[in-house]
């Protein structure tokens, strides 16, 4: 059984730090002097972590999202802020989980619970330590009309960590432990069973608590039966392939 549970994941997370902090935590350098915005959405900037030309780490801007932005006046978008580990193999992901992958630093996630007792609300997860979470991802590389480098991301997402499934919801981010970070994150290409071997060394379950940020509106209950049908195929997909997406 491999079903296809497809649904909005983490589209906000939280960076209430700085650029220094951030790169003295990490042992990063960055040549951008950029903002860094406390909430991150879908088509804003973040930091992220990569490694430059030199083999060292650098914090640079990436926007949250890959994919094609048309320049219109309606602003339409066709992006995706969120990769499933388990279509790492597929279009449009398949190029980048093979040469462009990153970390992205966040100090709480938000993700909306279907079901316990925070049924109904809108949930920021941090770390109990109150420290950085660093989350897989890829990116895309492009040149913009003056040439200047485009970069934007994705968030890699597995079966919810234990903490996010008893708390309403069946995704979240594919964190990983600090001694793991330039292995996922080495520059160049390999073969996607590399990256993997380097995601089932590093994967991270760190000690979670988190919050209500807000009552989600009553039409909610209308989604409460999609969700519980997510999560119930999700729990079988974890007994058959295990907890992080992938044999």
């Keep these: ?32 002097d950029f903002d860094i915005p406390e909430e991150v959405f879908p088509n804003t900037e973040a930091p992220v972590v990569a490694i430059n ?5 650098e914090v640079r801007p990436m926007t949250f999202g890959m994919g094609k932005r048309d320049g219109s006046a309606s602003g339409r978008t066709h992006v995706l802020n969120n990769t499933r580990i388990e279509s790492r193999d597929k279009w449009p992901w398949k190029n980048s989980f ?29 770390a109990q330590d109150g420290g950085l979470l660093l989350a897989a991802g890829i990116f895309s590389f492009s040149k913009s009309a ?17 903490f996010v499934m008893e708390h309403g919801h069946h995704r979240s981010p594919f964190f990983l432990q600090r001694e793991g970070l330039d292995a996922w994150m080495q ?34 209950i209308k989604r409460k039966s999609a969700n519980l049908k997510k999560r119930d195929l999700q729990l079988a997909e974890i007994d058959e392939i295990g907890p992080l997406g992938f044999r």
């Design 1 to 32: 059984m491999t079903s296809q549970i497809f649904s909005v994941m983490c589209n906000r997370f939280q960076i209430r730090t700085n650029l220094h902090s951030i790169c003295r935590e990490l042992r990063a350098q960055s040549t951008f």
């Design 53 to 57: 030309r030199e083999e060292l780490r």
């Design 98 to 126: 093979e040469k462009y992958r990153c970390v992205v630093p966040m100090t709480s996630f938000r993700e909306s619970s279907y079901w316990g007792e925070t049924e109904g609300t809108e949930l920021s997860f941090s």
């Design 146 to 162: 003056d040439d200047n480098a485009v970069l934007a991301m994705s968030l890699l997402m597995r079966p919810a960590l234990p």
């Design 187 to 220: 520059r160049g290409a390999r073969g996607a069973e590399d990256s993997i071997e380097v995601l089932r060394e590093f994967a991270d379950d760190p000690p979670l608590t988190c919050q209500i940020d807000r009552h989600m509106a009553a039409s909610w």
